[in-house]
């Protein structure tokens, strides 16, 4: 009955792929950078802060150079600085990684409010174009969407298979995942889990950053206001548990949440009686469920998630 | 070649935490006044404003005391749940569900007298928070799936549902300009009882020391205790760790439900997404700073209280009352820094490897 | 081959409130296989674990083929050719036996066909047998250490430390695997081999160095010309005589039986396979095998802590199969399980926690418990079983491991019990403590309490068992009188082979 009188234009399928692929885009950035944190053993509830913190610096940053690459570039840094205190404070000193992830959430949302304080409705910006791929761009329906997006779509989709490759085809990526399953085995086998972790929280504070500054830059209207991350980060924290801890299973996780985003939006337009609000809700739901599921096929064999994720690791223990 | 390495303290140093606490405090004020002086705003006004906005007064006193109302009780959810080794992230769902199930009560008890209607109204947020940590209990006390991301997905799933409800059944016909939900009844208000501060202080802190007392001396807390400390070692006791996860996450979610109920009667006059000003994530830090203890909760909560009303004072001459929230962020930064520091010391040792 | 492979020079070592290594040396020449002997506690795996990076020592030098070395991380130990397999194997389960066997000295790119190939190769080379595709999850303990072997060895280890490594083994096992010793030493490497049992020492190994209380008593003995009987007294020091357990009384009548009793792990598969068995009041009853056989199963099922998929348990004829664990302690049933600080006590709680686990629920007034009580009934047993505490509110953790079984075995004696399910009761004591521990266990015996002993050392059961049971994968495939018995006949049984 919901679907009764369902007319969607063209014009208006395509405006929904392209929204999908851009907040897929969104998503995906953060996710991958979570998801590298949490496979070397780091738990980082500060994500919707790095993002906060990326969004403003490079919101800045784009708007002040007139360039939306040195916008993502700051961005990357300021998420990237602001994961150091994580990385300082959870993996150097041991404490407690939820307590300081959620701290870096607040301190990375008021940051990010003190610093844009100024900005709030600054007619500044830049903004990435679409990409114009010879001949792919001309493919009718495929061309007009998926081969339009601005070069950030491509980056991370670069940076997913990288991300990929790195864990599962190279020394490093041995190491971070020997981290994350067991932190002792990877120390006694000569690596250094300090550094490991500090290192993944750091990487995961860039691609955060550079998520919240893609928000600021492209998404909504390149501008700054207070909140404009809305959640956005806790949705990429479902995400990573969504897609199993692998960078693929996140991508195809970051296209169906990116699509109820970008769907919630049109509901009405496209006709469908379904409260939009209602809708926003399914990605937090989706992601519990899978998480039962998880645990309850743990039963027989290994779980998914990284066995040492949310212990701290010190060596001289006894 | 030197390399800096931490050394666990035979004996840690004397009065740790407190005195990690205040060094906290007070690196935290540092890094804030510097990260005042860098964006040009004036620091000594900020601080001296904060403060007696905040505690300079007893009018502004009884606003503190309204703030770390809530504040106390999400403290004392999350350490609830952290005596058996469980993270209650989800107070602030579970504040909001509260209030939600408060408003629901309200709406049921249009009619009855301020006395029936408050009381019924506390214990529906009660009721509401437990149900809405009971999901996160269940599950992970039958199938071990982790409480850390249940109940921080539903926090925002509780906020969605309060946006819904405002745009949809519970929205007031009156409300012209956006949408909002109708008024709670107005005699529901809890009474003042010291200048502006509200009858819920009472109550917040009246849990706060039952809990404390009761979990020191009952076989229930002793219980808790060994849950928390060793769950094996429970179960070769012959305490039912299904049960225990299940009962205190539902105390959890009943503590940080009856401060909903207490935002929504004591401070606010209707149910909105503000209703919670991230109370819940706060509580996480109070918890952490008091070290999960109830009694070091309600000292906490009071200065975080402070810090937080002082925040919102200084907007008053221009500058962002964001500046409370980093600053609680950096006195929990602050503290876990001088905590380590008290229990390990900075040793430099020498280091040669030849390779063979 | 002018240097020794390993010299370790006046090591100390101290932790709070303890100092493991005294001035400790030892020195290892190059194709040896040399023995590093000592009771529990002596400081042999702290000395270990200075050589392989694991800890800093306070003082003293560390030298590597003639060369002084200051590591401060696994890593720097490994680079300097030095390998070590813990007690407690340092695996990742997830990862294939391939990527275990590289990891931390994998090519910068790895490809998952190319590892699996060169360690099947390197496997070969030494005479292992290993599926490099395999996960680890699934390997038994005995494959998991040969993985460990082949880490080391994949790092082209020269010298190779060894922590009781045949714990996890059948004594004909046992055997095969000094086989391998011998040919990794062949060609010029150095094993160290860290155990305290005599009989594997001299047949494996071509030198000695034994440690007691972190000081180093003798060094680099030639096995050959050593009496053995001589080693032990250096191990042990002043040794107290082991109790007598000559009985005071005949066993009497069945306390405890359990039928078909068939337990799953976790992981589903069958752990405990359809076992029956009786222990008469007044008899101690052991069960023999190596570890992972499922003992821990059979004895954490008896208690209550593992629900079985079959079978019955009764104690002084009353059947308990359903009960919870209170109601089975409740019944006389007192369990002391492998793992002390993990299952048996609470080692973060104090003294007073930990001694009331079992009688809290009789000292409760309504919902409210009476910590004068608490504390007056866990000094009584404290006082009785001379338990060591420093303050009773401390932390457990820092009572020594004797102390700790005394507080645990007296929380689980003081209430009188018809039957005891000790399992490893001993493992991890000094000698002093061993032999509390077994007087206790006799004079429950002579006081008419059936005794269900689990233990890894054959000679203790020997020695203190009327009959002796043998498990192997779950079942128990043999009964041997313990007074008639000999170590073989068990030795076999304990391979599976038909008794």
Redesign the interface.
């Known amino acids: 009955m919901i679907l009764a009188d369902i007319t969607i234009s063209e014009a208006a399928a395509i405006g929904l792929v392209i929204a999908t692929i851009q907040f897929a885009t969104l998503l995906y950035l953060a996710a991958l950078g979570e998801t590298i944190a949490e496979r070397a053993g780091v738990?980082n509830?500060g994500v919707e802060g790095m993002m906060a913190v990326g969004a403003v610096t490079g919101y800045i940053a784009g708007a002040v150079s007139g360039s939306p690459w040195i916008g993502l570039l700051v961005g990357a840094l300021g998420g990237a600085l602001l994961a150091s205190?994580h990385a300082f404070?959870a993996v150097g000193?041991?404490?407690?990684q939820?307590?300081?992830g959620?701290?870096?959430?607040?301190?990375g949302?008021?940051?990010?409010?003190?610093?844009g304080?100024d900005y709030t409705g600054d007619s500044r910006r830049a903004w990435f174009a679409d990409v114009d791929i010879p001949v792919l761009t001309d493919i009718p329906w495929v061309g007009e969407t998926i081969f339009a997006a601005t070069p950030v779509t491509y980056l991370a989709a670069l940076l997913g298979v990288s991300t990929w490759f790195v864990l599962?085809?190279?020394?490093i990526?041995?190491?971070i995942?020997?981290a994350g399953?067991?932190a002792?085995?990877?120390?006694?086998?000569?690596?250094?889990v300090a550094r490991i972790r500090a290192g993944a929280v750091v990487v995961g504070g860039a691609f955060a950053g550079m998520s919240g500054a893609y928000l600021t830059n492209t998404l909504v209207g390149t501008s700054w206001s207070q909140g404009v991350t809305a959640?956005r980060g806790?949705?990429a924290?479902?995400l990573v548990?969504f897609g199993a801890w692998r960078p693929g299973r996140v991508a195809l996780g970051a296209l169906l949440f990116g699509f109820t985003l970008a769907l919630q939006l049109r509901l009405s337009g496209f006709g469908i009686d379904f409260?939009p609000?209602?809708m926003?809700?399914a990605p937090?739901?989706m992601?519990?469920i899978v998480?039962?599921f998880i645990?309850?096929r743990?039963?027989?064999?290994?779980s998914p998630?990284p066995?040492a994720i949310?212990i701290p690791y010190?060596?001289?223990e006894? | 070649m030197k390399k800096l390495v931490?050394?666990?303290r035979e004996t840690p140093t004397r009065g740790g935490q407190p005195a990690a606490f205040v060094a906290g405090f007070i690196l935290a004020l540092g890094l804030g006044a510097i990260?005042l002086l860098i964006?040009g705003d004036p620091v000594w006004e900020v601080y001296t404003r904060m403060f007696e906005r905040s505690l300079g007064s007893k009018d502004v006193m009884s606003a503190t005391l309204n703030r770390a109302t809530p504040l106390a009780l999400a403290g004392l959810a999350v350490s609830i749940a952290a005596t058996m080794g469980l993270?209650n992230?989800g107070a602030e769902g579970q504040i909001l569900f509260g209030a939600t199930a408060a408003t629901f009560v309200g709406r049921i008890g249009e009619d009855w007298s301020g006395p029936v209607l408050i009381i019924a109204m506390l214990l529906g947020g009660a009721i509401g928070g437990a149900l809405w940590a009971a999901g996160p209990g269940l599950?992970r006390a039958e199938?071990?799936?982790?409480e850390?991301?249940?109940t921080?997905?539903?926090?925002?799933?509780a906020?969605?549902?309060i946006?819904?409800l405002q745009?949809?059944r519970w929205k007031d016909p009156e409300g012209l300009l956006f949408p909002v939900i109708e008024p709670r009844p107005v005699q529901s208000g809890l009474g003042t009882i010291w200048e502006r501060a509200h009858l819920g202080v009472v109550i917040a802190f009246a849990v706060v020391a039952a809990f404390a007392w009761f979990a020191k001396h009952s076989v229930w807390g002793y219980e808790l205790k060994i849950a928390g400390a060793s769950p094996k070692t429970a179960a070769y006791a012959g305490i039912s760790m299904r049960r225990k996860v299940l009962g205190v996450m539902v105390l959890s979610g009943a503590v940080a439900g009856l401060a909903g109920g207490i935002e929504l009667t004591g401070t606010a006059t209707r149910l909105d997404v503000n209703i919670s000003s991230?109370f819940g994530?706060?509580g996480?830090?109070v918890a952490?700073l008091a070290l999960m203890r109830p009694s070091g909760v309600a000292v906490v909560a009071l200065l975080f209280g402070a810090v937080q009303v002082g925040g919102i004072s200084i907007q008053s001459i221009g500058v962002?009352s964001?500046?409370?929230?980093?600053l609680?962020?950096?006195i929990?930064?602050g503290a876990?820094?001088a905590g380590?520091l008290s229990s390990y010391r900075v040793q430099a040792v020498e280091r040669k490897v030849v390779a063979t | 081959m002018s240097h020794p492979a390993v010299e370790l020079d006046g090591i100390w070592k101290r932790?709070p409130g303890v100092i493991a290594n005294a001035g400790a040396s030892l020195t290892v020449r190059p194709g040896t296989v040399h023995a590093v002997l000592g009771e529990n506690g002596a400081g042999k795996t702290t000395l270990m674990n200075c050589l392989a990076g694991?800890?800093?020592p306070d003082e003293g030098a560390v030298r590597v083929h003639g060369v002084e070395q200051r590591f401060s991380?696994?890593?720097d130990a490994?680079?300097a050719g030095i390998g070590?397999v813990?007690q407690e194997f340092?695996?990742?389960?997830?990862?294939t036996v391939a990527?275990n066997v590289?990891?931390?000295?994998?090519?910068?790119?790895?490809?998952q066909r190319a590892i699996a190939g060169e360690v099947a190769d390197l496997a070969q080379r030494f005479g292992f047998e290993a599926d490099p595709a395999r996960?680890v999850?699934q390997l038994s303990m005995g494959e998991r250490q040969r993985v460990e072997i082949l880490?080391a060895l994949w790092r082209n280890a020269q010298v190779l430390i060894l922590d009781e490594p045949t714990a996890v083994l059948t004594p004909q096992e046992a055997v095969e695997f000094g086989n391998v010793l011998r040919r990794m030493v062949e060609d010029g490497r150095a094993v160290i081999f860290i155990s305290h049992k005599l009989d594997e020492v001299t047949s494996f190994c071509d030198e000695a160095t034994v440690l007691r209380w972190g000081e180093t008593v003798a060094a680099g003995v030639a096995i050959a010309d050593v009496d053995v009987t001589e080693l032990a007294a250096l191990m042990v020091g002043e040794v107290e005589a082991a109790p007598s357990p000559d009985r005071m009384t005949e066993p009497g009548d069945v306390a405890m039986s359990v039928k078909d009793l068939t337990v799953d792990d976790?992981?589903?598969l069958v752990a405990v396979d359809d076992v029956s068995l009786e222990v008469r009041a007044g008899e101690i009853v052991g069960i023999a095998g190596v570890a992972g056989n499922g003992q821990r199963a059979l004895t954490d099922a008896i208690a209550g802590l593992e629900s079985p998929r079959t079978g019955a348990i009764s104690v002084m004829g009353i059947d308990v199969s359903d009960a919870p664990p209170q109601k089975r302690f409740a019944a006389g049933l007192a369990y002391v399980p492998e793992d002390r600080l993990g299952v048996g006590l609470a080692p973060k709680l104090p003294v007073a926690e930990n001694a009331v686990m079992r009688a809290y629920r009789t000292l409760r007034r309504g919902p409210l418990l009476s910590w004068r009580a608490a504390r007056e009934y866990s000094e009584q047993i404290v006082e009785r079983f001379e338990v060591k505490v420093g303050r009773m509110d401390l932390p457990l953790a820092s009572l020594s491991g004797g102390n700790l079984q005394r507080l645990l075995l007296g929380r689980e004696l003081t209430s009188g019990p018809d039957v005891i399910v000790a399992s490893q009761p001993t493992r991890g004591l000094d000698v002093a403590g061993v032999r509390a521990i077994q007087r206790l266990l006799l004079e429950q015996r002579d006081g008419g309490t059936a005794v269900l002993m689990v233990s890894e050392d054959l000679d203790e059961l020997l020695s203190l068992a009327d009959r002796i049971l043998v498990m192997v994968e779950g079942r128990i495939v043999g009964e041997f009188d313990a007074h008639s018995a000999t170590r073989t006949e068990i030795g076999e049984a304990m391979m599976g082979a038909p008794s």
Request: hydrophobic share 55%; proline share 3%; charged share 15%.
């Open positions: 738990l509830l205190i404070v000193l041991g404490a407690d939820v307590v300081s959620l701290a870096l959430t607040i301190l949302l008021g940051l990010a409010d003190y610093i304080a599962n085809r190279t020394a990526g041995l190491g995942r020997a399953e067991s002792s085995t990877a120390d006694a086998a000569g690596h250094s959640g806790w949705i924290v479902a548990i409260s609000i209602l926003s809700m937090f739901l992601t519990i998480l039962i645990s309850y743990a039963r027989n064999k290994p998630a066995a949310g010190r060596r001289e006894r | 931490l050394v666990r990260l964006s993270w992230i599950v199938l071990g799936v982790s850390i991301i249940t921080l997905m539903l926090n925002e799933v906020l969605r549902l946006r819904y745009n949809g991230g994530f706060a996480i830090i952490a962002s964001a500046v409370s929230g980093v609680q962020a950096l929990l930064f876990i820094g380590v | 932790f694991v800890y800093r991380a696994p890593a490994i680079a070590m813990h340092r695996l990742v389960d997830t990862f990527e590289v990891l931390g000295a994998a090519p910068r790119v790895v490809s996960p999850w880490k976790a992981r589903g």
